[in-house]
């Protein structure tokens, strides 16, 4: 809806379940807890939030515009991307409204598999808002069940990717992925399934409204690399080389950064190569032999089960790279998620 079109709602309805007027002087939590609330509520579809209309006891509306619109989207966007566990994407307008300016902004429900969407910064249940009837509240143990119990009803990785289509699909990974199958098992019955139903088993894609969608995992197995960057950005792996044993050694050479993207079982190659092409090795000329050996520091298995285990077991639900940071004497591997044992 427009602006003036939620305003006409307002001064007709009040405020509802899906439409908050706020004055929007300033980036405040109060935006942020109904943003929370309206990507948690179940059957919602979401909700409007106009900014730059107060309203009173009475339920009369009046506009008092937004003096700096950009500035209030740009701290609007930069708060719902990182002050949430899951990043919010709002869509968010300025129009003129009685010749001031006012913003309207959507904000659609969440995915099943994200919910509860809650501030980082604090501790559930209280982190997490729902929508009521008369505006937001904070989530008890009841609702994080609830909102559980959604995420529970599709997995995380047979979610759909609303702005993926079949071309996202690279024919060559599908392939990739028949020639291992094949090289595994040569009778494997799926090898005689045509690519569509080939990913529709696998359940890389699904179907919705007839039509075909890639899924989450789907995108990170057989996805093109300019679709894995507009679609999953932050998922990718990120090669750190730092010159010297501490992070920040030199002020002045920091470090030096390779990022890689590709689908998953290439990019495990891939980053496996560029590790083991970077370390160290150490000569060897065994007596009697006229050729010479050089054995890398690192074991190249220990590498890859290394790296493996980095993908294998991130939580894909962060927007956050995978890390090797390659240091003179050593080299570490962060994921993003948490170890469910102690790091001792």
């Not at 427009?2 to 929007?24: F, M, P, V, Y």
């Not at 291992?180 to 690519?195: C, M, Q």
């Not at 990120?238 to 010297?244: K, N, S």
């Not at 920091?254 to 689908?263: C, H, P």
Request: aromatic fraction near 6%; include cysteine.
């Amino acid at each position: 809806m427009s602006a003036a079109e939620l305003l006409e709602q307002l001064r007709l309805l009040d405020e509802s379940e899906r439409i908050e007027a706020k004055r929007g002087r300033a980036m405040g939590k109060s935006m942020l807890e109904t943003t929370c609330a309206f990507a948690n509520e179940p059957g919602l579809d979401g909700g409007y939030l106009l900014l730059g209309v107060a309203g009173d006891d009475q339920g009369h509306y009046q506009v008092e515009g937004i003096d700096d619109p950009d500035r209030l989207l740009n701290d609007l966007h930069s708060a719902c991307a990182s002050k949430f566990n899951v990043p919010i994407r709002v869509q968010a307008n300025t129009e003129l409204v009685e010749g001031k300016r006012v913003i309207a902004v959507y904000v659609a429900e969440a995915r099943p598999g994200d919910k509860p969407i809650y501030f980082q910064a604090s501790a559930l249940p209280r982190a997490a808002w729902r929508r009521g009837p008369n505006g937001d509240y904070r989530c008890n143990s009841d609702d994080l069940e609830i909102l559980y119990q959604q995420r529970a009803q599709l997995e995380f990785d047979r979610s759909i990717l609303e702005a993926a289509t079949l071309e996202d699909i690279d024919p060559d990974a599908v392939e990739d992925y028949r020639r291992d199958r094949r090289a595994a098992n040569e009778l494997a019955e799926e090898l005689n399934y045509t690519d569509e139903e080939l990913l529709e088993a696998l359940g890389a894609v699904t179907r919705q409204r007839g039509e075909l969608k890639p899924t989450l995992a789907g995108t990170l197995l057989f996805g093109r690399r300019i679709a894995l960057r507009r679609l999953l950005p932050a998922q990718r792996v990120d090669y750190i080389r730092v010159p010297g044993k501490e992070w920040i050694d030199d002020p002045d050479q920091r470090f030096t950064t390779l990022d890689m993207r590709d689908t998953l079982p290439r990019l495990i190659n891939r980053a496996a190569a560029t590790v083991m092409d970077d370390l160290p090795t150490a000569f060897h000329l065994p007596q009697g032999s006229q050729q010479r050996s050089d054995t890398p520091l690192i074991p190249a298995k220990v590498i890859r089960e290394a790296i493996v285990n980095a993908l294998m077991h991130r939580n894909y639900r962060r927007h956050e790279p995978v890390q090797i940071i390659r240091f003179s004497n050593r080299i570490e591997i962060h994921n993003p998620g948490y170890s469910l044992k102690p790091e001792e």
